[in-house]
């Protein structure tokens, strides 16, 4: 039963530190000022909605969405005949 207690006490201290910059990152993208402070200063999704009126944003956002699909497809074409051959 200890080992067991230990075990869950070690993953979680792992997923909480594994976890922390996701939850910082989280936190800044919502806040009102432009600086990058922490806890963020008020609330504000100005930022999101730059991404999609901001025509330098946008396109960046479709080449990374872009990259992302063809890395995928690469992935799954590379991947899947390999599996199945396994």
């Known amino acids: 039963m200890t080992a067991t207690w230990f075990r ?3 993953f979680t201290v792992i997923a909480l530190f594994l976890a ?6 989280a936190g800044v993208s919502v806040n009102s000022r432009q600086e990058l402070t922490f806890p963020p ?4 999704a100005a930022w999101y909605a730059q991404i999609f009126t901001d025509p330098e ?3 960046a956002l479709i080449h990374s969405v872009t990259l992302a699909v063809c890395s995928a497809a690469i992935a799954v074409a590379i991947a899947l005949p390999l599996a199945w051959f396994l």
């Not at 922390?20 to 990152?25: D, E, G, N």
């Not at 200063?41 to 504000?44: D, I, K, L, R, T």
């Open 8 to 10: 869950r006490l070690y």
């Open 20 to 25: 922390a910059p996701l939850i910082v990152v």
């Open 41 to 44: 200063v008020g609330f504000s």
């Open 57 to 59: 944003w946008r396109l």
